[in-house]
């Protein structure tokens, strides 16, 4: 089982800036421990306690839902989260904002068993000098699209000194940029990660300067845009551009996955081709280069072709809290053929519909060609570039919950073979089912989970779950627990083990149309799967386990060694087996009992 978490797209500096732009627009609360993430803000490398600052606190869940909390450091620097979840399945980083601007701090991380972690932020002072700014490298990298190709740009920043570089809104009129660069002539759609455009990056057409901040250190800029209006040729889709790298970059390189065309610049080599996402990456590079560069990229005829996308398996997890459940989904799709599959608006890859009552929806995949946008008909349309072979899709949203519980109800756009449900067991609620069954339960590191499954679900077939809120349970000890455990299966031993002692040779024998034992063996095979699931969670002792599934094993087995005619032929003339006493409590004891049904023991040889 994965058990996958949802992808996330938020960084901290975008938790921090969108912290700033209003208390609406930030997320919910981390989730709820007994743990406590620590630390001090503590100036450079001189240690010195900064006091009053902002820290804020990112956590991202396993149903891929973003948390956010704030604090301040106190007059020794130190800060504190208390109450934060201590579980390895959520990832967490601090950061803090210092004199208005972002400073990431770093991730944390709770070691097994352990329920405190610590973090220090290292802030520094600021300065509007940009000459230890360098740009090392700048990396172009295509994707085809249906109508054109994107292309995204990253450049890895190295800012030498101690001192975060920045200038402030009101003396950039006066002040140098610390990075200047140039669009290529003609592009649209310019965009940055998250949508979020930082408050130091000013765009004038395709002439951008980019006023900070840059921290000590190495650190990426990223930004994409989309070439359109090629030139229509036997061999495809042409596009000729000039780029001018930027000014005093080290190492130029551009990325061409396969199936995205075939790509030509005067002066840049081809250096090899490496893996990447399950896909063949072709690299052009130069160090230095001259400024501009000319482009050529010719892309083959687009092969639109929903049909060659397959599902194979959906897996849905569901986490569920006082007021929503959690879902996670990940949909494994297979696309086949060869060469690259397109998704446009018009006919999409693939279309996930999504529950009405679904809010806080997220979606995102490893593959680094696809991209999603809301379905006309509902759900998420699934665009983009796709090369043949195996894929997953992340999709997480919540559903509302009542006092009663919750239903959901999944359909999907094409035929899935397995469906396969984990419900976090909490113990909030129960969840049921016509089309799933029950499947073995699963056991992680942190949490159990109740696993249901169906298979070959149609397109636009409808399948429900239930989840039914169950009462609070009251809380009791680990030994009383185990205690109430072993006394349920004790007496479910004896119940089964009584009637036959306590059965009359007077009475007159049962029906023959059922075979003799069965409903007794059936309830011993019942209890023998109900013992391995309360072992499974921790309901019952290694020990207790391995004395009970001992007794009944041994109780099926003399059951399955009885002879019908020597139990149930109820005729006088069958010989009276000896009377057995327990050698422990003198109890009465048939001979085909092995241990004593008033008080466990091993059963030895019959009563004088």
Known sequence: MRLCRALAFVSLGSALALGAQGQEQTPPDVPAGSARIE???????????VPGVEVVLYALSPDGMPGLRRT?????????????????????????????IPVPGGRVAFAPGEQRASADIRVADLTSDMRGVHVREQTLRFYREADGVRIEETLAIELTGKEIAYVPARDRARRAPGLRATLPAGVSDFRMPLGVIPEGLARDGGALRYYGPFYPGMQDLVWAYRLTGGEETPAGLRFRFQFTPTPGVERFAVLVPDGVGVFDAPGLANSGATEDGGRRVTHFGAAKPRSPLTFSLTTPPARIDPSAIAVHEVEIVLHADDAAIAVTETHLLTASGTGLLLGTPQSPLLRVPIPASATDVRFGSEAPGLEFSPHPEGGVAVLGSLSPGEVPVQIAYRVPVSERGAELTRSFGVRVPLLRVFVADTGRVAPSSLRLHRARPVKTEDLNYLALEAFDIDAGERVALSLDALPPRHAASPNVARAAALLAALGLVAWLVLPAIATDESTPAPAASAEPGRNEREAIYDALHDLEHDFETDKVSAEDHGRLREELRARAAALLGTAPSERDSGTASAPR???LACPACSAAAAPEHRFCARCGAALGAPAA
């Open 39 to 49: 630390g001090r803000v503590l100036q450079g490398d001189a240690n010195r306690a």
């Open 72 to 100: 301040q450091s106190d007059a020794s620097g130190a800060y504190a989260f208390e109450n934060v979840s201590g579980t390895a399945d959520v990832a967490y980083l601090v950061g803090a904002r210092y004199q208005g």
């Open 577 to 579: 087996a000896p009377e």
